[in-house]
């Protein structure tokens, strides 16, 4: 695998040196088969990066079909092509499947029509099947080209310029069914369209007491389903790879009435559409309608998603995600070889990667091949570590009774608590959640801690049972309480209240303040023996300012809402003329929020704490928008970070921009505050949260078995003792989990993160998406000049699954 990197140059010389390599490339994008949300993002980034490279770039419409028509169906395409569609979903260069191009004669027709145009390079966007295509093309061209000058349709020297054709591929499936990428694109916006509907069939669900089976797609793969009834707290879940036994129908209701005799009004059963049982034998979602209503009279109602699923504005992550991978797949292109296999863009953790195209695809394949044999042992295997985990923890968390003796805790009942510390942030309720049913499960006592540490201090903890979090995981914000506070002052209360609630295990939910405060606490253990406990750190705050991880719970949701709010600023001036908009995110110092919502929201640049600007630079900006809106520009968006300088503020930067474009540009300014820590959470923040807490309590109680006497007395003091544990990359070293480079859910010594801290700031000392913001400029077409080389693009998490 390779990963690549935009990296700035000493000037705009040596970026067009570099660019000069490529100058004069014919390449082409299309997308085949099924839309999905974010191809758009990714074909907007082909053309502008290949556009930046010095490259000829082409849309090829309607996919395939387009390839062999040819003529008006392949255009050369330009900057402005693209502009204001990476909020749009669907593709807007067209998709169709294509039964010619299965023919030699239509891969014929396709060869002569991309020879016309010297178009040696193609990234295809789409499934399997298209991939697949586009690999045979690739290895029978060398034939096709010399059948066509047999034919005398091309010129031998028409051949000798174009002997072979390059390809990368981009997978844009809703199913997340392609084995080689943690993500496909359009996954993520197909699971916010199903949340959505799920959130919305549980608030009548409630009201009436009823049942709700609601069918989403997935004929081959159960990625969806299972996510979703993750995300939402669903019952029961029909996936194709992990399907019931053949007396589901008695597990079924078993389950759904002893939910009802806990007290819940509802119930929700997510189906697969290609759902069955153990012997292979399809199961419906209307025959599992009519088991619950048959069998235990509840009122039950269908809901099939369909085609809505595939459909609506791309979520930020799917934009992010094209951006990156249409990035990616132009470099890659261009640094191919005649001998170069053709590869996937994929996106493994927090790393974009090539990986060989057809392993990817025959591994594929082999999840359907053991299905088809009803090995469905080997099929959950072959969907990748992430969907066991997935599959775990929905299980864990949908049994009916906490078992009689806990292998875990050896028989051990402990006591533990949880906590929300900070500003709220969607995912905080999963977490909790999660953390008090696994909890439960494994036969411990769990209370919650109300209010921060000025609760703690109080002795405001409640023992928490099953159905005390019941609907937790779809709302925002905190059930508990949250504050931004630390427990320096409250110190001797805390150890107070934890040795009085006989406390042997402790998981605080947070952001900054929470990593902070659980640091201080594990410093005062010489003095206060209460505090002689295992602690952990769930990072969570819109901010991601938290050191020693790659995505806090909280700031998919965050970024989602201000794309939302982006778009419709941006929507709100299509009839005006020569507007330009400064857009104040919050974060604090931190300015992940500015620069990724730029980025997923094709603003042109962002100004943030980490990288210094000047006002000569906030000048430049002014005079490249009067040379952009010069062109036919009408809108240019900015994004700020609210403590990007404390001198050149949003208002300072307003009034600038209307001094120096008068005549030329009228200057708005959003700031968007509090309304980026609302909104339900994302299904990436639900799941995230909810695998995070079942890892964070088992762990817990495997150090409370070794820390926690019998007798009474705690002996936590090293650092392993006091962690955090988040999505980190792993490099060279042990954390405990795994020594596979790459993403990995790792538990880290909180005191070694303290090296790693700007406590001034409240930042990490090392952010990895600074790495992105090249990307930004480029595809923008910002002045700022960047050069390509072989070293890593990009790195970040923000993979939408753990």
């Given at each position: 695998?390779?990963?690549?990197?935009?990296?700035?140059?000493?000037?705009?010389?040596?970026?067009?040196?570099?660019?000069l390599l490529y100058k004069g490339r014919a390449m082409a994008v299309f997308t085949s088969g099924g839309d999905s949300s974010g191809m758009n993002s990714a074909v907007r980034s082909v053309v502008r990066m290949?556009?930046?490279?010095?490259?000829?770039?082409?849309?090829?419409?309607?996919?395939?079909?387009?390839?062999?028509?040819?003529?008006?169906?392949?255009?050369?395409?330009?900057?402005?092509?693209?502009?204001?569609?990476?909020?749009?979903?669907?593709?807007?260069?067209?998709?169709?499947?294509?039964?010619?191009?299965?023919?030699?004669?239509?891969?014929?027709?396709?060869?002569?029509?991309?020879?016309?145009?010297?178009?040696?390079?193609?990234?295809?966007?789409?499934?399997?099947?298209?991939?697949?295509?586009?690999?045979?093309?690739?290895?029978?061209?060398?034939?096709?080209?010399?059948?066509?000058?047999?034919?005398?349709?091309?010129?031998?020297?028409?051949?000798?310029?174009?002997?072979?054709?390059?390809?990368?591929?981009?997978?844009?499936?809703?199913?997340?069914?392609?084995?080689?990428?943690?993500?496909?694109?359009?996954?993520?916006?197909?699971?916010?369209?199903?949340?959505?509907?799920?959130?919305?069939?549980?608030?009548?669900?409630?009201?009436?007491?009823?049942?709700?089976?609601?069918?989403?797609?997935?004929?081959?793969?159960?990625?969806?389903?299972?996510?979703?009834?993750?995300?939402?707290?669903?019952?029961?879940?029909?996936?194709?790879?992990?399907?019931?036994?053949?007396?589901?129908?008695?597990?079924?209701?078993?389950?759904?009435?002893?939910?009802?005799?806990?007290?819940?009004?509802?119930?929700?059963?997510?189906?697969?559409?290609?759902?069955?049982?153990?012997?292979?034998?399809?199961?419906?979602?209307?025959?599992?309608?009519?088991?619950?209503?048959?069998?235990?009279?509840?009122?039950?109602?269908?809901?099939?998603?369909?085609?809505?699923?595939?459909?609506?504005?791309?979520?930020?992550?799917?934009?992010?995600?094209?951006?990156?991978?249409?990035?990616?797949?132009?470099?890659?292109?261009?640094?191919?070889?005649?001998?170069?296999?053709?590869?996937?863009?994929?996106?493994?953790?927090?790393?974009?990667?090539?990986?060989?195209?057809?392993?990817?695809?025959?591994?594929?394949?082999?999840?359907?091949?053991?299905?088809?044999?009803?090995?469905?042992?080997?099929?959950?295997?072959?969907?990748?570590?992430?969907?066991?985990?997935?599959?775990?923890?929905?299980?864990?968390?949908?049994?009916?009774?906490?078992?009689?003796?806990?292998?875990?805790?050896?028989?051990?009942?402990?006591?533990?608590?949880?906590?929300?510390?900070?500003?709220?942030?969607?995912?905080?309720?999963?977490?909790?959640?999660?953390?008090?049913?696994?909890?439960?499960?494994?036969?411990?006592?769990?209370?919650?801690?109300?209010?921060?540490?000025?609760?703690?201090?109080?002795?405001?903890?409640?023992?928490?049972?099953?159905?005390?979090?019941?609907?937790?995981?779809?709302?925002?914000?905190?059930?508990?309480?949250?504050?931004?506070?630390?427990?320096?002052?409250?110190?001797?209360?805390?150890?107070?209240?934890?040795?009085?609630?006989?406390?042997h295990a402790l998981l605080l939910v947070g952001g900054f303040e929470a990593f902070h405060s659980s640091l201080l606490l594990s410093r005062a253990r010489d003095q206060y023996p209460a505090l002689r406990i295992?602690?952990?750190?769930?990072?969570?705050?819109?901010?991601?300012?938290?050191?020693?991880?790659?995505?806090?719970?909280?700031?998919?949701?965050?970024?989602?809402?201000?794309?939302?709010?982006?778009?419709?600023?941006?929507?709100?001036?299509?009839?005006?003329?020569?507007?330009?908009?400064?857009?104040?995110?919050?974060?604090?110092?931190?300015?992940?929020?500015?620069?990724?919502?730029?980025?997923?929201?094709?603003?042109?640049?962002?100004?943030?704490?980490?990288?210094?600007?000047?006002?000569?630079?906030?000048?430049?900006?002014?005079?490249?928008?009067?040379?952009?809106?010069?062109?036919?520009?009408?809108?240019?968006?900015?994004?700020?970070?609210?403590?990007?300088?404390?001198?050149?503020?949003?208002?300072?930067?307003?009034?600038?921009?209307?001094?120096?474009?008068?005549?030329?540009?009228?200057?708005?300014?959003?700031?968007?505050?509090?309304?980026?820590?609302?909104?339900?959470?994302?299904?990436?923040?639900?799941?995230?949260?909810?695998?995070?807490?079942?890892?964070?309590?088992?762990?817990?109680?495997?150090?409370?078995?070794?820390?926690?006497?019998?007798?009474?007395?705690?002996?936590?003091?090293?650092?392993?003792?006091?962690?955090?544990?988040?999505?980190?990359?792993?490099?060279?070293?042990?954390?405990?989990?795994?020594?596979?480079?790459?993403?990995?859910?790792?538990?880290?010594?909180?005191?070694?993160?303290?090296?790693?801290?700007?406590?001034?700031?409240?930042?990490?000392?090392?952010?990895?998406?600074?790495?992105?913001?090249?990307?930004?400029?480029?595809?923008?077409?910002?002045?700022?000049?960047?050069?390509?080389?072989?070293?890593?693009?990009?790195?970040g998490d923000y993979s939408g699954d753990s």
């Amino acid at each position: 695998m390779r990963t690549l990197s935009i990296v700035p140059t000493a000037g705009r010389e040596g970026a067009d040196i570099q660019r000069l390599l490529y100058k004069g490339r014919a390449m082409a994008v299309f997308t085949s088969g099924g839309d999905s949300s974010g191809m758009n993002s990714a074909v907007r980034s082909v053309v502008r990066m290949g556009l930046y490279l010095g490259c000829k770039v082409y849309f090829i419409y309607e996919g395939y079909q387009g390839m062999i028509d040819g003529n008006e169906y392949i255009k050369e395409a330009d900057w402005n092509a693209v502009s204001d569609i990476i909020q749009r979903g669907g593709t807007i260069i067209g998709s169709a499947r294509c039964k010619d191009f299965t023919d030699r004669s239509g891969r014929l027709k396709a060869c002569k029509n991309l020879v016309d145009r010297d178009i040696t390079n193609l990234v295809c966007i789409g499934g399997d099947g298209s991939l697949t295509g586009a690999n045979l093309f690739r290895q029978e061209w060398p034939e096709l080209i010399q059948e066509l000058v047999n034919q005398g349709k091309i010129t031998p020297e028409k051949a000798n310029k174009c002997p072979n054709i390059q390809i990368a591929g981009l997978v844009g499936s809703i199913d997340n069914d392609f084995c080689g990428t943690d993500m496909t694109i359009g996954t993520d916006t197909a699971l916010q369209r199903i949340m959505e509907a799920v959130d919305a069939v549980v608030s009548t669900a409630q009201s009436h007491q009823r049942a709700f089976v609601i069918e989403v797609m997935g004929r081959h793969c159960g990625y969806l389903a299972l996510v979703a009834a993750l995300a939402s707290e669903a019952d029961f879940c029909f996936i194709p790879e992990w399907p019931p036994p053949t007396n589901w129908r008695e597990i079924l209701c078993e389950k759904l009435a002893h939910s009802r005799s806990m007290g819940q009004r509802l119930n929700i059963v997510i189906v697969a559409e290609g759902a069955i049982d153990r012997e292979g034998h399809k199961i419906s979602s209307d025959m599992v309608r009519d088991v619950v209503a048959n069998n235990l009279g509840y009122d039950t109602r269908t809901t099939v998603l369909g085609h809505v699923q595939r459909g609506g504005n791309p979520s930020a992550f799917d934009r992010l995600l094209g951006c990156r991978m249409g990035a990616e797949a132009t470099i890659a292109l261009m640094e191919m070889t005649p001998e170069s296999e053709p590869c996937v863009i994929s996106i493994d953790g927090n790393q974009i990667v090539r990986v060989p195209l057809m392993e990817c695809v025959f591994r594929t394949k082999a999840v359907q091949k053991a299905m088809d044999e009803l090995d469905w042992e080997l099929a959950v295997k072959l969907r990748g570590r992430s969907f066991q985990r997935n599959l775990d923890t929905y299980r864990l968390l949908t049994k009916l009774h906490t078992r009689e003796k806990d292998n875990l805790s050896e028989g051990r009942v402990f006591n533990i608590a949880v906590m929300n510390v900070g500003a709220p942030a969607g995912g905080m309720n999963a977490a909790v959640r999660s953390f008090v049913r696994m909890g439960i499960y494994h036969r411990c006592n769990v209370y919650a801690i109300q209010n921060s540490f000025e609760g703690l201090a109080k002795g405001e903890l409640k023992q928490m049972n099953w159905s005390d979090v019941t609907n937790w995981v779809m709302v925002g914000g905190s059930y508990l309480g949250t504050q931004k506070q630390l427990p320096t002052k409250l110190m001797a209360k805390v150890a107070d209240t934890l040795e009085r609630f006989q406390i042997h295990a402790l998981l605080l939910v947070g952001g900054f303040e929470a990593f902070h405060s659980s640091l201080l606490l594990s410093r005062a253990r010489d003095q206060y023996p209460a505090l002689r406990i295992p602690m952990t750190v769930i990072p969570c705050t819109i901010s991601n300012n938290v050191p020693g991880t790659s995505c806090s719970l909280g700031s998919d949701t965050a970024v989602n809402e201000i794309c939302t709010m982006i778009d419709k600023i941006k929507q709100s001036a299509t009839g005006s003329k020569r507007r330009v908009f400064v857009i104040e995110t919050m974060g604090g110092y931190c300015g992940y929020l500015a620069t990724v919502a730029a980025i997923a929201t094709g603003a042109d640049n962002a100004y943030i704490f980490e990288e210094k600007f000047t006002v000569n630079d906030i000048k430049e900006d002014v005079n490249i928008i009067a040379s952009k809106m010069q062109k036919g520009v009408q809108r240019y968006l900015i994004v700020r970070n609210e403590c990007a300088n404390a001198n050149y503020t949003t208002t300072f930067i307003q009034q600038l921009f209307s001094e120096e474009g008068k005549g030329q540009f009228s200057t708005r300014i959003n700031v968007l505050g509090h309304a980026q820590q609302g909104g339900n959470p994302t299904p990436f923040d639900r799941n995230m949260g909810t695998k995070l807490a079942a890892r964070a309590l088992e762990h817990l109680i495997v150090q409370a078995k070794e820390y926690c006497l019998p007798t009474g007395e705690n002996q936590a003091m090293g650092p392993d003792s006091a962690t955090l544990l988040a999505l980190r990359v792993c490099r060279n070293r042990n954390f405990g989990i795994s020594e596979d480079y790459g993403r990995r859910v790792v538990f880290t010594p909180l005191e070694e993160l303290a090296l790693e801290t700007d406590f001034e700031h409240r930042l990490p000392i090392d952010q990895w998406w600074m790495k992105l913001r090249p990307l930004l400029r480029i595809l923008a077409k910002h002045n700022t000049t960047y050069y390509t080389e072989a070293v890593q693009m990009g790195t970040g998490d923000y993979s939408g699954d753990s």
